[in-house]
C-alpha cells in the first residue's frame, strides 16, 4: 500500500478492508486491555477506533492479541514438513516462527537451508530464519556437511535471514576459534543465538562481550538470573524433550519481563496435537501466576523488538495485521486468527485454502557402509565403565560408572540392571564408523531400537538389548531410506518413514502422530519407561549438551568436549 493511501484510511478517509468490532484489545505497549475496533488494510493496522470497512467482523467483545511468535524452533524436529507444521500451529494462534534449520543442513548444508526457505513460500506463518552456526555442532562426530562463514555468506542477503542461530561452540568462541570469529564478525549488528548450558563467571561475561544476546539452554533458576542480569534476552523453553518453562518462570519479574521469550525448541507432532504450540506456553505460564499481559508480551513484542521486526508483535497502527482473538485471558483458548489481515483459521482449524506450496526435491541421504561396519560386540575391560544416565524431560544426561555384565570375554547388554549397548552408525560418507557404549534409563527387556533422527548430525542412532535385534533395526531405518523403528525377536514391530533427509515425513501430522504413537506403545512393550523414547534417543548424540553422549566416534565428554574410552579415565 501506498504511504499516501495508508495515512488516509488511517485519517478515516475511505474505506479500510476488514474492520473487526467490540475487540478487547490486548495492549502490549501500556500492559492495558482497551475496549476498541481494529481497522485493517492491505494486510496493515491502519487504526484503532471507529472506521468504516468494507467488511466489517463482529468480535463481540472476544480479546484480541497480536499473532504468537516461537523466538527458536528446529521444525524438522517435528518431523513433517514446512506446510504441514504451518498447518499445526497456526490455528494456536502461532503466526511468526524463528527457525535454525541445522538439522537439515547438518544433512544437506546450504541445500538444506534453502529447501527450508523455498518450503515456506507462500505459508500463512512468518518464516524466519537464523543461519545455523555450528554445522557440524562439534568436531566430535561425522555430519552430511560443514558450513563456514564464506559458505553462509551466500544467505545473508536473503529478505528472511535475520541473525546466526545458536552458538553451541562456545568453547570456540572462548578460544577465538578463527572459523567462530569469523561467523560472529558476519553476524555483528544483527540477533546472535547463544547456546551455552551452564556456562557462568568470566567465561559468560566473554561469550556475551562476543555479541551473543540470546540463550534457551538454562535449566536452572540461578543460571537464567546471572544471564539475565548480565544483558542476555532468556528463552524460556518448553518442547517435548526439554521441559524448562515452570522452574524459569520466577525470572519473569515486572522488572524482567520484557527481556523473556518463549520458545519451545524441539516439539514432536503428539504435544502439538495434545497440548498445542505457543498458546500451551502462554496457559502454563498463566497458570503458574505469570500476568496475562506479560504472557503474552513474551511471545509478541519482546521477540519482535529482540530479532528487529519493527512491524510486529503488537496491535497499533503500521503494525502487521497478525492477530488471535480468543475469549479469556486465562485460558486463552484461541478462536480466531488472522495473518495479514486475511482470516486463516477458525475454532482450531485452517480454513484459508489452495496455499500449499510445491515442495522442492532432494536426493536420498542414507549411505551406509555395511561391508565395513563391525558387529555390536564390546571386548570386557576392566573396573568400572562409563555409562550414559538418562535423565527423563531433559536433554542433558550423567555420567555414571558402572561395572558391566561380561560374557566370554565381552561386554553385554543388562536388561536386568538397565544397561543397554547403545550405537551410533555414521550414515552420510559411508565411512563404515561406529561409536558404541552403554545407556542407563530406557528399561528394555529385549529388542531394540533404531533412528535416524539423531542431533545434530543425525547418524543412525540404536540402543538395545540384543544384537541381533540393533542389527535388524538399524537396516529396517536404511531400508525406509530413513525413519524410525522397533524391533523384537528379529522383527520390526513398528517404523516411521521419514525419506526427508532422514528426519522428516511428508505425509500428514496426524499420520505421523499416529506412527510416533505406535513407535511409544511397541517400545513400552518392551519395558521402557520413557514418555518419549525416540526423542530422548535422538539427543544422546548431541556433544554440545552435558554431560555424557555418544557420536559415531565414540563417547563424548560433553562437558569437556572430548572423546573419552568406555573403560579408565
Not at 295 to 300: E, F, N, V
Not at 418 to 436: C, N, P, Q
Amino acid at each position: 500500500m501506498e504511504l499516501e493511501k495508508r495515512i488516509a484510511l488511517s485519517r478515516g478517509e475511505g474505506r479500510a478492508d476488514l474492520l473487526l468490532k467490540n475487540c478487547r484489545v490486548v495492549n502490549v505497549f501500556s500492559g492495558e486491555v482497551e475496549k476498541t475496533s481494529i481497522a485493517i488494510a492491505g494486510g496493515i493496522i491502519v487504526g484503532l477506533g471507529d472506521y468504516r470497512a468494507k467488511k466489517v467482523i463482529d468480535c463481540r467483545g472476544a480479546y484480541c492479541a497480536p499473532g504468537f511468535t516461537d523466538s527458536h524452533v528446529h521444525i524438522e524436529s517435528s518431523m513433517v514438513t514446512v506446510p504441514e507444521y504451518a498447518r499445526a500451529v497456526v490455528p494456536h494462534g502461532t503466526t511468526t516462527v524463528v527457525i535454525d534449520p541445522h538439522e537439515i543442513a547438518n544433512v544437506f548444508g546450504l541445500s538444506g537451508i534453502r529447501y527450508m526457505l523455498n518450503a515456506s513460500e507462500g505459508c500463512p506463518l512468518n518464516v524466519y530464519v537464523m543461519l545455523s552456526s555450528c554445522v557440524p555442532a562439534c568436531g566430535l562426530d561425522t555430519s552430511g556437511a560443514e558450513l563456514t562463514s564464506s559458505d553462509l555468506a551466500s544467505l545473508w542477503s536473503e529478505e528472511r535471514v535475520l541473525g546466526l542461530a545458536e552458538m553451541m561452540n562456545y568453547p570456540g568462541v572462548l578460544a577465538r576459534d578463527p572459523e567462530v570469529m569469523a561467523k560472529l564478525k558476519a553476524a555483528a549488528g544483527r540477533p546472535i543465538d547463544g547456546h551455552a548450558p551452564g556456562l557462568s563467571g568470566k567465561d559468560l561475561n566473554a561469550y556475551i562481550a562476543a555479541g551473543v544476546g540470546s540463550d534457551h539452554e538454562c535449566s536452572t533458576l540461578a543460571e537464567a538470573r546471572e544471564k539475565l542480569a548480565r544483558g542476555m534476552f532468556i528463552m524460556l523453553r518448553e518442547g517435548t524433550a526439554a521441559k524448562n518453562l515452570k522452574s524459569l518462570l520466577p525470572v519473569c519479574t515486572p522488572g524482567s519481563c520484557r527481556r523473556c521469550l518463549l520458545a519451545t525448541d524441539d516439539r514432536h507432532p503428539e504435544d502439538l496435537l495434545a497440548e498445542g504450540h505457543i498458546d500451551y506456553l502462554l496457559r502454563t505460564a498463566v497458570g503458574e501466576g505469570i500476568d496475562p499481559v506479560d504472557a503474552i508480551r513474551m511471545a509478541t513484542l519482546n521477540p519482535a523488538r529482540y530479532f528487529g521486526l519493527p512491524n510486529q508483535g503488537a496491535v497499533a497502527p503500521g503494525y502487521r495485521a497478525d492477530l488471535v482473538t480468543f475469549g479469556s485471558l486465562k485460558s486463552l483458548v484461541v478462536d480466531r486468527v488472522f495473518k495479514d489481515g486475511k482470516l486463516v483459521a477458525k475454532a482450531g482449524k485452517m480454513v484459508l485454502k489452495g496455499w500449499e506450496p510445491e515442495l522442492p526435491m532432494l536426493r536420498g541421504s542414507i549411505n551406509v557402509n555395511w561391508a565395513d561396519l563391525s558387529e555390536f560386540t564390546v571386548p570386557a575391560g576392566k573396573g568400572k565403565a562409563r555409562v550414559i544416565g538418562v535423565v527423563p524431560g531433559q536433554i542433558f544426561t550423567k555420567k555414571l560408572r558402572l561395572s558391566l555384565k561380561t560374557k566370554g570375554g565381552e561386554a553385554v547388554s543388562d536388561p536386568k540392571r538397565d544397561i543397554l549397548k547403545i550405537a551410533v552408525i555414521e550414515r552420510h560418507t559411508a565411512s563404515g564408523r561406529m561409536g558404541i557404549g552403554f545407556v542407563r534409563g530406557f528399561g528394555l527387556k529385549s529388542g531394540a531400537l533404531a533412528s535416524s533422527v539423531a542431533h545434530d548430525s543425525h547418524n543412525i542412532i540404536v540402543v538395545g538389548a540384543d544384537d541381533k535385534d540393533m542389527m535388524t533395526a538399524v537396516i529396517e531405518v536404511a531400508r525406509m531410506g530413513g525413519g524410525q523403528a522397533v524391533v523384537d525377536n528379529d522383527r520390526v514391530t513398528a517404523a516411521l518413514e521419514l525419506p526427508i533427509a532422514g528426519i522428516i515425513s511428508p505425509r500428514p501430522l496426524a499420520e505421523v502422530r499416529r506412527a510416533v504413537t505406535l513407535l511409544n506403545r511397541a517400545a513400552r512393550d518392551l519395558g521402557c519407561p520413557l514418555k518419549d523414547p525416540f526423542m530422548t534417543l535422538s539427543f544422546l548424540a548431541l556433544p554440545p549438551i552435558p554431560s555424557l553422549k555418544i557420536t559415531d566416534r565414540g563417547l563424548v565428554d560433553a562437558d569437556n568436549f572430548r572423546i573419552v574410552p568406555l573403560y579408565g579415565d
